[in-house]
């Protein structure tokens, strides 16, 4: 077998600061920050004359990664994700366990975030709720009840 891991999963900000805010009060962890130019990012992006600011966000357990990328050359396209539904095609969201759902709603609402539906309780397992963060980003949140 090749692949040993999963490094990172990258979304496309315009307000790095915000969304940094955000992913810190659901309980990542800042890893660092760098901005990147240059023809070794073009050749992997396949763009031209791209610079992009980007934030390394890790999970408290150090396992996941989150990588909030803000490009100022060129501008970033694409539908406006917070007017996307959640079936949309594409990477629609991103889970994250957590240890009080409730509580955890409620700081994120205090930033922004809203629910999409409701939190609801799967069988004896999970409670669970996807919410709109920065940027129409989609969190599936997952309180474990066991």
Known sequence: MTLLRMDNVAVVVEDLDGAVAFFKELG???????TVEGDWVDRIVGLHGTRSDI???RTPDGHGRLELTRYQHPAAVGPDPGSEPPNTRG??????????????????????GELVGEIVQYENAYR????RGPEGIVLALAEPLT
Do not use: P, Q, S, T
């Open 28 to 34: 990542m962890e800042l890893e660092g920050r760098a």
């Open 55 to 57: 934030a390394m966000m």
């Open 91 to 112: 990477m629609n969201r991103v889970m994250f366990a957590v240890h009080d759902i409730d509580d955890v709603v409620e700081r994120l609402k205090a930033l922004g």
């Open 128 to 131: 669970l709720c996807y919410l």
